[in-house]
Structure formats: structure tokens, C-alpha cells
């Protein structure tokens, strides 16, 4: 029976990818993803983008322009949230010659956008379920995820690249199973194809992934398959949108909280927002044609500003990700097994120099700063081990951290009970337009159809059509791999010592790696500031993050707090949460510098680093004692 049952899984999986070739070339657009040409418009963007001068709008600067926007004289867009999905949104409209502002309550990508799985992919699972139910709308869901994550790498090479997958196979079946699988995944891709997934024997995974595990409970290793898919820095991602929105025109303004929204008095259309800004205390109202909700988990909260009774349409779901040490994986290789022995995906992929291990999907609360329970990092932790020949222990959990997935319910369905992997957009308030749900990988596209319901909406009247799927964010015209050689050839990092002398020391290849891959072609003001302002010293041993990029950060990134930083900018609280709680006084100092705090104005910053580490379930237990790891 099972062996019927398999053969005919097998029999599924060629079928489709016997049609999926003909069902690719109608769903493909004919243009190359590879060609940068373009009209004028984007070209003229583009310039502006990419100009080596060109620096983002001060804050201050922006906070004029918001409450500038009165009602005679209105923004075009409003947008409310500034994670992925509300940056997409700023960065579309303004690119299609609109008026646009955002507002973010806390940081650009401080919620969902910043505690992702760090993947850019196509959806191999969801792939799967098209085949065995006949769905076409899911594989066309998987074509347009897999065009969207070539466009995403393009658009932000610096951020972004090509990640291997092993996918281990305990019997001849899941060779085979996988393999076709895979190779209809590489299909489904076509161009869009980042590189095509092989078989590999036993002895070849193990040297490729040495802590894989050849021999496990009752079962031994009879090769893995390797596929690909992207992988991302989410949150230098995330503040780069908001930064290329912002220099092509957008006001961004960060820790900026929508406190009411206003609507016209006789039509009842929402056409406004009061604002506070949580740095300088001041309130102010602007105005705009029409509001986008994008507030990721708290678009509710938003749409509950209009009608307290309103249906909810989130249903929150808690991912938890684990970070360890880099000898877990090797560089270059992840490891995804598809199916643990309760039916959930667990991954470890080498992340930044250091092994992130996931993932959880369970209902929660939705709150501010979500915390991984320690039975979730327990799971993650049992369910890895099962595939290593390396001991697993708890004390090696640098960091671990909760992000909410905002799984959508359409209002406007009839079925209101069926959740949603896909994104939803609607507008069940006049003037307010929201889309939540949907993924990283898709941000392009969902924002695209926020934009275009916002202008059937305002009946807006765009000077060109969408041109995000054809442009680079900040940092990365112009960037290629070898850029760090430059930075390391024409710099050097000027540090000061204990005692306050300045003293020269390398732009190392691991730094300049770091800086490149971190700001793109930007890197030479981070390196410059480094050189030129004694800022050249590591803020935490064993990570190549600088002095000078609070610096930079504070200047051009709208960075406004030490969690801002240790976060957002750099990713030290997700790599190594103990290291980040050392570091954030030296950062702290520097932020003080740029943004003139005075010492109670630190010292409730260090509180708040402080409490915001907490949320990160890192091991109190390693630590060294007479050289000993006990």
C-alpha cells in the first residue's frame, strides 16, 4: 500500500514537470531580468540613487515635510509602517513620481522584517502541494516567487546572494522523491534559475557538510540533494529601501507613531493622521489622498482607529530561530530537511559568520518585542541534532529570538476561516488601503499591488508605470564581489588605544568583506570615517563591525538609538546577543556624540539596550574559566 502510494507521488511529480515547461513559458514575461535598461524616468532615478554625494534627507528635515502636508495640499500617500512590505511600498510610489511620506512607530524593520528566516525563496513546499492537489494557483504562486527572488538579488547584490541547500535522503525513495521534486523546482525557475540542484553520494555530502550525520537512529545517509535559493542580511535590506525612498524623494521619519487617523466629516473617507514623534515628544496632523496600512501584525491596531468593531484579519504566528557557532555548518552549505518526525521544516544556514537554526510556526500574542520560550529553542535544538554527528548542547545558543508572521485572513472572503500564505490587499475603509501576510521574498510585487489599489483608490495619477523591478536600492549600482579589495588596498582603520592615542592598524579582508557586503558601494564613507576619525576599533571582539558605522549610521540611516544599531544596522544582538550587551556602551558614547544626548538621556538608552537584550534567549552558561570551556 505505501509503496503504491509512493509511485504514484513519483508518477505526480513527473507529470507536472513534464507540463510545467509549457505552463512557465505562458506565465514568463518576455523581457530579461538581466537587462538594466530602461525608460527615462528610472534612469533619471537611478542617477539619483546612485550618486556618490547624494545623502538621505536629516530627520528633522523630514519631519517638516509630513507635517507641512496640510489639507489643501495633501501627500499623495501616506504610508504607516516601515518594515518591508511599507519601505516597498514609500520606494514605489515615489519612484512613480508620487508624493509620499512614512511614518514607523519604533525602526525601520524593527518587527517582522528583521527576525525572518534570512531566505529568499521560492517556495519548494508550497511547490509540493501544487503537484499532489492539482493546484494551479499555487504553482503559479511558486513562478511568481521564484521570478521575484532572482529580482530581489539584482536589486541588492551587496545584501543578497545565491545559498546551497542540502536536503538530506535516508532511503532510496527520498533520493529519488527529492531529486525530481528539486529538479521541477529548477524547471519552475527557467531563467529565473540561480543554479541548477544535483545529487550527491554519502561520502561527497559528508565532506561537504562534515558535521552531517552518515548514521542515525535505525537509518543510514544515502546521499542529499543540493538546490538553491537566496539568502539575505533582511533588516540591511529593509533600511536600505527605506534609505533609497528616501533619496529618491519619500519622507521617512522612524520612531514617528500614528496616534489617530482623521477623517473627512461629511464623506467619512479617512484622508489623514495625527502624528507623534517619539524622539522629539511633538504632535502634529498630516495629510494625505490615501493611507496604506502596513503595519505587518498591528494593521488591525490601525484599522481599529477607523472602526473599533472591525473583523480582524491577522492571525499571528510565532517563528523562533536559534543562532550557534559556525562550526556547525560550513561556510557556504545549508541544511534543510524538509520533514521531521512531527511534519515541521528544520534548517541550520551559516549566517554572517555564525549557524542560524530554525524554525517554529505556533499561534501567539502579538506584542512589541515577542520572546522565544524555551521549549521552542528546546525543539529546534532536538530536532537539529538528529542530523549531526556533533553534540548539541544548549550553552552554545549565542542568541535566539521570536518574530511574528502576520498570516492573513481576506475580510472581503466569504470563507473567513481559510489563513492565507499569500499577501492580501483591501480597502474596507474608504481612503485606507491595507495589505499585510505575503513574504520576504515577494515584498517587490506586494507593494506594487498596494500601490495600484492606492491609485484606483485617490484616482492618482502616476507620471510612469512600476520601475522597482529594475533598480537597484543604495549601494548597489555599481557593486561587485571583488569591492572589498579596494577598501582593503586603500584604507586603513585608525583606532584608539587604552591609554587615547590613535594608532593605525589594517583594513583587514574580513572587515572590508564585512563593510562592502554590509553598506555595497557606500562602504568608502564608512572606511573613510574609520580612517579619518579614529573610529577604526571593533565594537566587540570577533566581529568585524566598526566604531565608524554608528557614526555613518547616525549620519546617513536615520540610526537614532543604541538598538537601532546593535540590531538593525549591524545584526550583533541576532549573532551574539552577550557580545551586543558589551559593545552598547561604546555605542552609546558615539551616538551621544552625533546626536548631542546629554547623561540622562544615555543612561535611559542603556536601559532600554539593556531590556530589549533580555528577548534574546541567549546561554548565560559558556563561559571560559582558566582557559577551560566549562
Request: net charge neutral.
Amino acid at each position: 500500500m505505501a509503496t503504491g502510494i509512493r509511485l504514484r507521488r513519483l508518477a505526480a511529480i513527473a507529470t507536472a514537470t513534464a507540463t510545467a515547461a509549457t505552463a512557465w513559458t505562458s506565465l514568463s514575461p518576455a523581457v530579461s531580468s538581466n537587462d538594466r535598461s530602461g525608460p527615462p524616468a528610472l534612469e533619471s532615478i537611478r542617477r539619483k540613487i546612485s550618486d556618490p554625494s547624494a545623502v538621505v534627507p536629516p530627520r528633522a528635515v523630514q519631519g517638516e515635510t509630513l507635517a507641512g502636508a496640510s489639507s489643501a495640499d495633501p501627500l499623495d500617500i501616506l504610508v504607516i509602517g516601515g518594515g518591508a512590505t511599507g519601505c516597498g511600498v514609500a520606494l514605489d510610489a515615489v519612484t512613480r513620481g508620487f508624493r509620499v511620506g512614512l511614518v514607523e512607530r519604533e525602526d525601520f524593520s524593527s518587527g517582522t522584517s528583521s527576525r525572518s528566516t534570512k531566505l529568499i525563496h521560492g517556495g519548494v513546499r508550497y511547490l509540493e502541494k501544487a503537484v499532489f492537489n492539482l493546484d494551479y494557483g499555487q504553482l503559479k504562486l511558486v513562478f511568481h516567487a521564484l521570478e521575484e527572488r532572482k529580482q530581489v538579488i539584482e536589486n541588492a547584490p551587496h545584501l543578497c546572494h545565491a545559498l546551497p541547500c542540502m536536503t538530506p535522503c535516508f532511503n532510496w525513495f527520498e533520493v529519488v522523491y527529492y531529486w525530481a521534486g528539486l529538479k521541477m523546482y529548477d524547471l519552475v525557475a527557467g531563467r529565473h534559475l540561480l543554479h541548477l540542484s544535483r545529487y550527491y553520494s554519502s561520502e561527497e555530502s559528508v565532506e561537504l557538510f562534515p558535521t552531517l550525520a552518515r548514521k542515525g537512529k535505525d537509518r543510514v545517509l544515502k546521499g542529499t540533494v543540493v538546490y538553491y535559493d537566496g539568502q539575505m542580511n533582511d533588516s540591511r535590506l529593509n533600511v536600505g529601501l527605506a534609505c533609497t525612498a528616501a533619496l529618491a524623494g519619500a519622507a521617512v521619519l522612524n520612531h514617528a507613531e500614528v496616534i489617530s487617523l482623521l477623517k473627512d466629516e461629511t464623506s467619512g473617507r479617512v484622508i489623514g493622521a495625527r502624528i507623534r514623534d517619539n524622539i522629539s515628544g511633538k504632535e502634529f496632523d498630516t495629510f494625505a489622498k490615501v493611507i496604506v496600512n502596513a503595519a505587518g501584525p498591528f494593521c488591525d491596531s490601525v484599522r481599529k482607529m477607523v472602526n473599533e468593531d472591525v473583523q480582524p484579519m491577522i492571525s499571528p504566528s510565532s517563528g523562533v530561530h536559534i543562532v550557534l557557532p559556525d562550526y556547525y555548518s560550513p561556510e557556504g552549505m545549508g541544511l534543510i530537511v524538509p520533514k521531521t518526525k512531527d511534519g515541521r521544516v528544520v534548517f541550520m544556514l551559516p549566517w554572517l559568520g555564525r549557524t542560524v537554526a530554525g524554525t517554529t510556526d505556533s499561534n501567539t500574542a502579538i506584542t512589541m518585542l515577542p520572546e522565544p520560550h524555551e521549549d521552542e529553542i528546546q525543539f529546534i535544538l532536538d530536532a537539529i541534532c538528529d542530523y549531526l554527528n556533533v553534540k548539541v548542547r544548549r550553552m552554545d545558543v549565542l542568541s535566539a529570538w521570536s518574530g511574528i508572521r502576520p498570516l492573513a485572513m481576506d475580510p472581503s472572503a466569504k470563507n473567513t476561516e481559510s489563513i492565507s500564505r499569500d499577501h492580501v490587499v483591501c480597502e474596507d475603509f474608504p481612503g485606507l488601503v491595507t495589505i499585510t501576510g505575503g513574504k520576504w521574498t515577494t515584498y517587490r510585487s506586494m507593494a506594487e499591488d498596494a500601490v495600484d489599489a492606492t491609485i484606483r483608490s485617490g484616482k492618482l495619477k502616476p507620471t510612469t508605470e512600476c520601475l522597482t523591478n529594475n533598480l537597484r536600492l543604495a549601494g548597489g549600482e555599481g557593486w561587485d564581489p571583488a569591492h572589498f579589495t579596494v577598501l582593503a588596498q586603500q584604507y586603513v582603520r585608525m583606532k584608539r588605544s587604552y591609554g587615547g592615542k590613535v594608532v593605525p592598524g589594517a583594513m583587514d579582508t574580513a572587515t572590508a568583506k564585512h563593510l562592502s557586503h554590509a553598506y555595497g558601494t557606500r562602504a568608502d564613507r564608512v572606511a573613510a570615517i574609520a580612517q579619518d576619525e579614529g573610529l577604526g576599533k571593533r565594537l566587540a571582539h570577533g566581529y568585524p563591525f566598526l566604531e565608524a558605522e554608528v557614526a555613518y549610521c547616525a549620519r546617513y540611516e536615520y540610526c537614532e538609538s543604541a538598538v537601532d544599531f546593535i540590531a538593525r544596522r549591524s545584526r550583533l544582538a541576532f549573532l551574539d546577543t552577550d557580545a551586543a550587551g558589551r559593545a552598547v556602551p561604546r555605542v552609546i558614547e558615539i551616538l551621544a556624540a552625533e546626536h548631542n544626548w546629554d547623561k540622562s538621556k544615555k543612561k535611559e538608552e542603556l536601559e532600554k539596550a539593556r531590556r530589549f537584550l533580555e528577548t534574546f534567549k541567549s546561554s548565560k552558561n559558556a563561559q571560559f574559566h582558566d582557559g577551560k570551556h566549562n
